[in-house]
């Protein structure tokens, strides 16, 4: 046995006890910390792993929809008895794909399970794949995001581009117009896309923008959106446009039975929002490749519960608090929440607390992802007060609400991050459906809080 | 074409499309009608497309991705003429980000090439090999009682060779951090700023002496003066971030 083998096992070692130990404190921080620890130790550690098939592991990638697309694609596989290790929980960064490997593999570095499919953090992608090189690579979207790092989309785009090889698989989406343009990487492509259907939509507002193409920088033209900044597109400066046959496609589906149709098969779904659409598609695709046939994938569908969701629920009082939870900087999360509350016409309390950057120094406060946003639909629907919160944010906040058009009498901006006083001008309205949009930090900070004041017997607590 | 009508070209709004900057067009035309000028804004959406310089009182360009720069420069180049007349006459063009690039003399990128600009602002773009985000307040230079206040996105730095700058910094990175202090350019009405936020949004009254401007470059001076509630959020606004930015440099201070 060499010495680099020994250094492994030592890591290997090391990092199961850290497994053992972080799950006794808490589930969630043993996603990260032992393979984090075991790559400092051995820079190279996930080289060591033995007895993995490459062509059997799968990389899920882009800005937006990584973590569902993850979770039911594993939650397939595994109904249809495969084993599969992964990084469910979110944690997507080399030291998360590094603890799962550890928790499943033996105490000589062989891996236990058939297959690996991973969400990889974009800035990451180039580090994880020299020593895990997937054959199988899945690019949902390459969108605006955390611009503090990340810049522009063309930052990420360029990172991506220089790891993207021929001995790759590429399933791509069909409609999203940065993600579809790495089939001119020499790799097999595979397309996944959506179908027209009835809750597509046209952007003819003046102010509307869509991008600059990736293959020639002319302007982008979108025949229609199946999701914000996704939809079939023509570039109006080359032939770069969306595939009118993608290998799979969503088509003929049906809203209010949750049921749609791919490949010539029928599905019914749990989850039937526009955007999970296109994690069907490509879950269908992936499970082709694993000959994994339509009623297996039926049943995993009927099974799925999505853990990953971005909708919580506080109750306060007589108040139901709907928290919708947001990416840092990151505007279809942010257009996301927006629709989903337009989507209640019911008279309503609309929260808005954007927030300081505090994730990384320096801090700093960005807002203008939302002059990104429409607010046009959210605005029509029915919502009797706004409340703009955030130490340094909340006017700016505000601002934009002002800017499409809302009666500035109609909004407080409490210029606070203070629960008390958040809460406390929630009081003051009758209205008890209440929408929250916030980073999940403020969230959680707002719920410990609930929490205290109902255990002091405050807002209906015993 | 009436009197009291603001020609605002928005310049290649879907490829320059970063940053939520479309605000500054809406900004724009809040301000002009609150000087009650009817706005008419024309978009220039293709790189062949042509632009109206006569009718033109203020050419706008947000921010873009980096690698747009050279189409953007090649498509200028070809209404050359014209646009060295329009700056010539101290008519309003904007540029924010990295799209100042496109006016600089030349861009070095990260892999050594270099994109040559339009060469109207003396100055060179060094691409940064990663992105620095922060709060940006800078002082006019040619109105030292105007101050804007935003964030910056950096992924050039600035060096200008002339003293040309648009402003002085009093927080952030501007246009090379510690070097020279200073932020954006300026040369006639041609103007750079890094400033986002969208930075007319964010500073209205900046966007109200550009519309000043606009209209008394074609001879019109507006009488009509805004109320001064009308900036009251802008205001409040730019007060917390100034409280935000003392109390995160103080806790930077103390490390």
């Known amino acids: 046995m060499n010495i680099k083998r020994i250094k492994f096992l030592i890591a290997l070692y090391i990092g199961k006890i850290l497994v053992f130990l972080t799950r006794l404190i808490s589930k969630e921080r043993g996603t990260n910390i032992p393979g984090a620890y075991a790559n400092k130790i051995q820079k190279d550690f996930i080289n060591g792993f033995r007895g993995i098939n490459y062509d059997k592991v799968i990389f899920i990638t882009g800005t937006n929809g990584k973590s569902t697309t993850n979770n039911i694609i594993v939650h397939t596989l595994r109904t249809a008895g495969k084993t599969v290790a992964t990084n469910l929980e979110g944690a997507n960064l080399i030291g998360g794909i590094a603890t799962a490997l550890i928790k499943n593999s033996t105490l000589t570095g062989n891996m236990k399970t058939e297959c690996m499919c991973f969400e990889i953090d974009e800035r990451s992608f180039a580090r994880i794949y020299e020593y895990l090189p997937a054959k199988n690579i899945c690019i949902t979207n390459l969108q605006k995001d955390q611009v503090q790092r990340n810049g522009e989309p063309d930052y990420i785009y360029q990172k991506l581009k220089k790891v993207i090889n021929p001995s790759m698989t590429l399933y791509l989406n069909n409609e999203e117009p940065r993600a579809k343009s790495f089939e001119d990487m020499g790799c097999k492509v595979f397309y996944y896309g959506v179908e027209k259907n009835e809750t597509s939509f046209e952007k003819n507002d003046f102010f509307d923008v869509s991008l600059p193409c990736p293959k020639c920088n002319d302007k982008i033209k979108f025949n229609y959106y199946n999701i914000d900044n996704v939809g079939n597109f023509t570039c109006t400066g080359c032939n770069f446009k969306s595939e009118e046959k993608p290998n799979f496609e969503i088509k003929n589906i049906n809203f209010k039975t949750n049921e749609f149709e791919c490949d010539g098969k029928k599905y019914k779904v749990p989850y039937s929002q526009p955007f999970f659409m296109y994690n069907y598609a490509l879950c269908i695709a992936i499970c082709q490749k694993f ?133 406390k001008e929630l009081d003051k309205y009758d209205c008890n459906n209440v929408y929250l949009v916030t980073w999940l930090h403020k969230y959680e900070e707002l719920i410990k809080d609930v929490a205290k004041i109902k255990k002091a017997g405050g807002k209906d607590g015993k | 074409m009436e009197n009291n009508e603001l020609n605002i070209t928005w310049c290649y709004p879907d490829i320059l499309n970063l940053h939520g900057d479309r605000g500054n067009i809406m900004a724009l035309k809040r301000v002009a009608e609150l000087l009650e000028l009817k706005v008419n804004i024309n978009k220039i959406e293709n790189y062949q497309d042509e632009i109206d310089f006569e009718n033109t009182d203020i050419l706008f360009f947000n921010a873009g991705e980096l690698k747009v720069v050279e189409p953007i420069v090649e498509a200028l180049k070809s209404k050359k003429e014209e646009l060295d007349n329009y700056i010539k006459k101290g008519k309003i063009i904007m540029a924010i980000g990295s799209t100042g690039a496109v006016f600089a003399q030349e861009v070095m990128r990260t892999d050594g090439s270099i994109v040559k600009g339009l060469g109207y602002l003396d100055m060179r773009c060094i691409e940064r090999e990663y992105v620095y985000g922060d709060d940006l307040i800078y002082r006019l230079k040619d109105d030292e009682n105007m101050e804007i206040n935003g964030s910056q996105i950096q992924i050039i730095d600035t060096l200008l060779n002339d003293g040309i700058e648009l402003g002085t910094l009093i927080y952030g990175k501007g246009n090379n951090g510690e070097v020279d202090k200073s932020e954006g350019a300026k040369y006639k009405n041609l103007i ?46 730019m007060e917390c971030i100034k409280r935000f930015i003392d109390k995160k440099t103080s806790e930077e201070k103390k490390g």
């Open chain 1, 291 to 423: 000959q994994i046939p339509a009623d297996q994938i039926q049943k995993a569908f009927s099974t799925f519960k999505n853990i990953s969701g971005r909708l919580e629920t506080i109750h306060y009082g007589s108040k139901e608090i709907k928290y919708i939870r947001i990416k840092q900087e990151n505007p279809e999360t942010l257009q996301s929440a927006f629709d989903y509350i337009a989507r209640d016409s019911n008279p309503k309390i609309f929260m808005l607390g954007l927030e300081q950057l505090v994730d990384f120094k320096p801090y700093y406060t960005n807002t203008f992802y939302s002059f990104d946003c429409n607010v046009n639909k959210l605005i029509e629907s029915n919502i009797e007060r706004y409340i703009c919160f955030s130490e340094a944010v909340a006017y700016d906040s505000a601002n934009r609400l002002i800017y499409a058009g809302v009666d500035k009498n109609k909004i407080s901006i409490l210029p606070t991050d203070s629960d008390e006083e958040i809460l």
């Open chain 2, 192 to 237: 750079f700023t890094n400033c986002l936020g969208p930075v007319l949004v964010k500073n209205p009254w900046y966007a109200e002496k550009l519309i000043r401007q606009a209209m008394e470059n074609k001879g019109i001076k507006i009488e009509k003066q805004i109320d001064k509630d009308e900036y009251e959020i802008e205001r409040k606004s």
